[in-house]
Nanobody, 126 residues
Framework: QFQLVESGGGLVKTGGSLRLSCAVS?????????????MGWFRQAPGMEREFVAARGLNESYSGDSVKGRFTMSRDDVENTMYLQMNNLRPQDTAVYYCAVREGRVALTPMMWTYWGQGTQVTVTS
């Protein structure tokens, strides 16, 4: 089983930046290492559904429309860590951010992801 631990959340003013990290350990239920799986970031604001932010697979990458041009996801398969660089933050980016891993290709729907971190709070003030 994969275990995911996020860090890097916090309080920032509008226009500021934060970098989230997600350290991954273990293997999938099929015994595959992290490099063979898709990695992604989601977020959930109070009273809202969990929303896709960004994801990267072996040969594919996607970003949500609301974060394109501002957020950049990267992954380090040697260090088993994924990152989310968030620039030009806005109050509407305020949410709990979750990292996730799934077998195979990227999926945009949260229910398609198997492994989740505990979440890290990001709060953007105006």
């Amino acid at each position: 089983q994969f275990q995911l631990v996020e860090s890097g959340g916090g309080l920032v003013k509008t226009g500021g930046s934060l970098r989230l990290s997600c350290a991954v350990s273990g293997r999938s239920a099929f015994g595959r290492t992290l490099s063979r799986n898709a990695m992604g970031w989601f977020r959930q604001a109070p009273g809202m559904e969990r929303e896709f932010v960004a994801a990267r697979g072996l040969n594919e990458s996607y970003s949500g429309d609301s974060v394109k041009g501002r957020f950049t996801m990267s992954r380090d398969d040697v260090e088993n860590t994924m990152y989310l660089q968030m620039n030009n933050l806005r109050p509407q980016d305020t949410a709990v951010y979750y990292c996730a891993v799934r077998e195979g290709r990227v999926a945009l729907t949260p229910m398609m992801w198997t492994y989740w971190g505990q979440g890290t709070q990001v709060t953007v003030t105006s």
